[in-house]
């Protein structure tokens, strides 16, 4: 963990965070959803949802159009706060620490979770300057070690071979596959814990679409990945676990081979094999 981006971790824990961090750390937990329930105004998208992820592992979240995959992913780094009519109840922690609680700084927690969207969405600058950015506005002026950074980001992502050659030319001269591998470097270059990707290959062809899931497999060996995806065959190539998702419940998370060829539920089943959806 790179001193100069992460803070030090406080060491004021309370009794029932030293507790429930005992408890995550003997079952190599990461992250857990506890009875949480999300409201826009009047419509609940969310309902009781309880969830625990693995560190180091891949989650799938899958689910018809509307069932609530996009703004459950957007709760693990309070990106729905922005929106003000929204309400939330339970608890998500990541480690032992709810992310909601009142003293938690909103600016950390989206350093130590990060986020690509379906769209990628680089900045209107050079590839350079897209993942030296997020170091800056982090305070890191230090330029030689912003290169070294981004460097490595780069090549983290899977890009540096790619474009090495013009680090300084505009990010919107790449290609849709290379700007949506630009935004998960940038999103890598400071140094999240947990990485969120909301249909990160939907808008690709099939071989950047390919090169998105390889770099997900290296991903998982230093990240936490919650990956939202329309597409079945992705969320079987990609994901250790599968989360089914309907009308805002979480139907049942498992293996996701046993989520594909043998899962619990009936409407598990019926919306795998095809049946609707
Ligand atoms: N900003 C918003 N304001 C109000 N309702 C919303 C907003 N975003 C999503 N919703 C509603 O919440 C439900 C879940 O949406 P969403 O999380 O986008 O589903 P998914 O990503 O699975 O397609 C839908 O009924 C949707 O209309
Ligand atoms: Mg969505």
């Not at 849709?176 to 814990?193: F, H, M, N, V």
């Not at 043998?262 to 089943?269: F, L, R, V």
Request: aromatic residues 8%; proline residues 3%.
């Amino acid at each position: 963990m790179n001193t100069m981006i992460k803070e030090k971790k406080s060491n004021q824990k309370n009794v029932e965070q030293e507790v429930i961090s005992a408890e995550l750390e003997e079952n190599n937990m990461k992250v857990r959803v506890e009875n949480f329930n999300f409201y826009y105004d009047t419509t609940q998208a969310l309902k009781d949802i309880n969830l625990e992820i693995k560190a180091n592992s891949v989650v799938g979240i899958i689910g018809p159009s509307g069932c609530g995959k996009s703004t459950f992913l957007r709760c693990f780094n309070r990106m729905n706060d922005t929106i003000s009519s929204i309400r939330y109840e339970g608890k998500i922690r990541i480690d032992e620490k709810n992310i909601f609680d009142d003293n938690l700084d909103v600016v950390d927690l989206r350093r130590n979770v990060g986020m690509v969207f379906q769209k990628s969405n680089p900045f209107p600058k050079s590839i350079f300057e897209n993942i030296a950015y997020g170091l800056k506005i982090n305070g890191i002026k230090d330029k030689n070690f912003i290169a070294q950074k981004v460097e490595e980001s780069l090549k983290n992502a899977a890009l540096w071979d790619e474009i090495k050659d013009r680090l300084h030319k505009s990010a919107f001269a790449l290609s849709g596959g290379q700007q949506q591998r630009l935004c998960i470097a940038r999103a890598l270059a400071i140094e999240p814990e947990v990485l969120l990707l909301d249909e990160p290959a939907s808008a690709l062809d099939p071989i950047a679409t390919a090169k998105i899931e390889e770099l997900i497999h290296e991903l998982k060996k230093k990240y936490t990945i919650l990956i939202v995806t329309h597409n079945m065959q992705q969320a079987a190539r990609v994901s250790d676990y599968t989360a089914f998702f309907m009308l805002g419940e979480l139907i049942e998370c498992d293996e996701t081979n046993k989520i594909f060829t043998n899962p619990s539920k009936k409407i598990t089943e019926d919306y795998v094999t095809g049946r609707f959806g």
